[in-house]
């Protein structure tokens, strides 16, 4: 095609709104531009420079020949591939690009498939691809995906397949050889050393390649200023003192807790003093017996949403099974506590605890038939420690109550906090619904019932969902305009068919969506005026009110109050409209 018919094709496209397919090359002599995505992991230690020179080189030479050009990379470092393009970071980033028309290509390469889709994650992002009508290249295909190609189809579920078994054939092969070294040679498996212990160099690596890469033996040696703090903690406890007063007694001697004393290896801690369940992780700790253990801790992963599967998993540690535990046969490193006296605190654990914890689960609870409804759950904060009250009872009255020996010892609330703060809930109650009721006086209900009605009718549900079904609708239809135009101009009708179907198969989803959708009830002031009108005494309302109405008034009420031991004062605020009141309850409270 001469350059006098290029030029008249590209005013033409300006005029018919066809920036888009007017990059694609209309001699068909090469793919055009194209992104480049892929991943690497750093749990094995890869390099991310070097990943990523191979997996643009595989894409390079595979689509260079076809007239591609890579002009944008998208790169995902220490995401492991069982993760949803959606929470992967440049993954992510790939998809909101595929919504720019003007994002400069028009298709994505891969340089390995298995690095890029895990499991049926592919049947979950190519369609996204599909709808703003962006191709997929992949070398193992030896083109793009053909979505009515069976063979293709195969390929790419069985591609998630493959990768789903070299992850878990891989993680099962570390954690056998890991649980192999520790039960022969009791080799130190990395991490960060248990209190009481430091890493140190023990010379060149017993692999004679990693030796020469320079990797060196890391093994566990006492702490000289921890140890003896551990010695002692497991005297206290066989001595009768429970775990936080073992805490309590360490914060009274200024004993620096593991965070204040490691901070390099515990950037994640507070350094705040020790607490209770530091003292028990130190207790139940069977490598201060000097001997290497392995697998006591597990990774689990559980979905992050049991109703959207699509979603992925998140990954927690669970304490592992007894069957998975591995010890060494020999000791592995100097010990701090004899095996004799690991075992007496072990026993005495479960001693005190009153039985193990099978017995425990088995045994037959006393259930409450009528459980309690505190008015106001999670709404009181102390003002003191700005934390949560929570409720208690007390000779059968509910109160809110703080108690400091929850507090984070050395926290700087401690010194001025009462051993427990109370606060009555019928008192409070009593207050703040006398409060409310002046809402509804003669001079100020047109307010209240305006305020309501505005809050009522704000953004519901059944409007976002409309608003959203219709701009879908919008889009859908101009791209059926924009391509029924782009036919009449001339264009292969092959090339477009499959973008049309997709926008006409969006505009039907969305006719669906907004049939579905029922007309939101309506509030106007009015409604609510003749509400409040039958009721002749609101506070006396409130005060014979039902418990779980009443909570779910302060819920819809979104209230809120701050408590102030020392002056005896209750600040209350509510939000049902974007304003918000405030108001002091004084007196007996």
């Known amino acids: 095609m001469s350059g006098d018919e290029l030029g008249e094709w590209t005013v033409l496209d300006e005029l018919l709104g066809l920036e888009a397919l007017a990059d694609k090359p209309l001699d068909g002599g090469g793919i055009g531009r194209l992104a480049f995505y892929g991943r690497c992991s750093t749990e094995d230690n890869q390099d991310p420079k070097t990943s990523l020179g191979w997996q643009m080189g595989e894409a390079s030479r595979f689509v260079e020949p076809l007239g591609g050009e890579i002009v944008e990379q998208f790169f995902d470092i220490g995401q492991s591939r069982s993760l949803p393009w959606e929470r992967r970071g440049e993954a992510s980033r790939v998809l909101q690009a595929l919504k720019d028309p003007n994002r400069g290509w028009g298709g994505l390469v891969v340089g390995e498939a298995t690095r890029c889709w895990y499991s049926n994650q592919f049947s979950l992002t190519w369609p996204k691809f599909d709808r703003y009508g962006v191709s997929l290249w992949i070398p ?204 007496r605190v072990q026993l005495e654990i479960r001693a005190r605890r009153g039985a193990d914890r099978r017995e425990q689960t088995s045994r037959q609870r006393t259930r409450v038939l009528t459980p309690h409804t505190y008015l106001f759950r999670g709404r009181v904060r102390c003002a003191i420690c700005g934390r949560k009250m929570e409720g208690a009872i007390r000779r059968n009255t509910a109160f809110c109550r703080c108690a400091a020996r929850t507090l984070a010892p050395g926290s700087s609330a401690a010194p001025s906090h009462p051993p427990t703060v109370y606060l009555r809930e019928d008192q409070l109650s009593s207050k703040v619904n006398d409060w409310i009721a002046t809402l509804f006086s003669p001079e100020r209900v047109d307010a209240t019932v305006d305020a309501l009605a505005s809050a009522a009718n704000e953004g519901s549900p059944e409007e976002r969902a409309e608003a959203e079904f219709r701009r879908r609708f919008a889009a859908a239809e101009a791209a059926m305009v924009r391509l029924r135009r782009a036919l009449d101009a001339g264009w292969d009708p092959a090339e477009l068919t499959s973008q049309y179907n997709a926008a006409a198969a969006e505009k039907r989803a969305a006719e669906a969506g907004l049939a579905s959708i029922e007309a939101p009830k309506r509030l106007t002031p009015k409604e609510i005026r003749a509400v409040v009108d039958q009721l002749t005494d609101v506070a006396r309302a409130l005060d014979r009110a039902n418990r779980d109405d009443l909570a779910e008034l302060y819920e819809a009420l979104r209230l809120r109050v701050e408590y102030d031991h020392r002056t005896r004062v209750a600040e209350v605020s509510v939000t049902p409209a974007p304003r918000v009141d405030s108001v002091c309850v004084r007196g007996g409270t």
Not at 174 to 187: C, E, F, P, S, T
Not at 195 to 206: E, I, K, M, W
Not at 219 to 237: G, N, Q, S, T
Not at 309 to 335: D, L, M, N
Request: net charge positive; aromatic share 6%; glycine share 8%.
């Open 140 to 343: 193992s295909l030896g083109g793009a995906f053909d979505p009515e190609n069976t063979v293709h189809d195969m390929a790419m579920t069985i591609t998630g397949g493959l990768s789903k078994s070299e992850r878990q054939h891989v993680q099962r092969r570390v954690r056998a050889a890991m649980a192999a070294q520790v039960l022969a040679d009791g080799k130190h498996q990395g991490g960060r050393p248990p209190y009481g212990y430091r890493v140190v160099d023990a010379g060149p690596h017993p692999n004679p390649r990693k030796a020469q890469e320079g990797y060196r033996l890391r093994v566990l040696a006492v702490d000289d200023l921890a140890a003896p703090i551990v010695e002692r903690i497991f005297v206290l406890y066989l001595d009768g003192l429970g775990f936080r007063a073992i805490a309590e007694k360490l914060n009274s001697e200024q004993v620096l807790c593991p965070s204040a004393h490691s901070p390099g290896q515990n950037p994640h801690r507070r350094a705040d003093g020790w607490q209770g369940s530091t003292v028990r992780a130190i207790l139940e700790n069977p490598r201060y017996t000097g001997f290497a253990i392995y697998g006591r801790w597990q990774k689990v992963e559980e979905l992050l949403d049991p109703d959207d599967v699509a979603a992925g998993h998140i990954v927690r540690f669970r304490r592992s099974p007894t069957s998975k535990v591995v010890r060494s046969r020999e000791p592995a490193h100097p010990a701090i506590v004899s095996v004799n006296d690991f075992t």
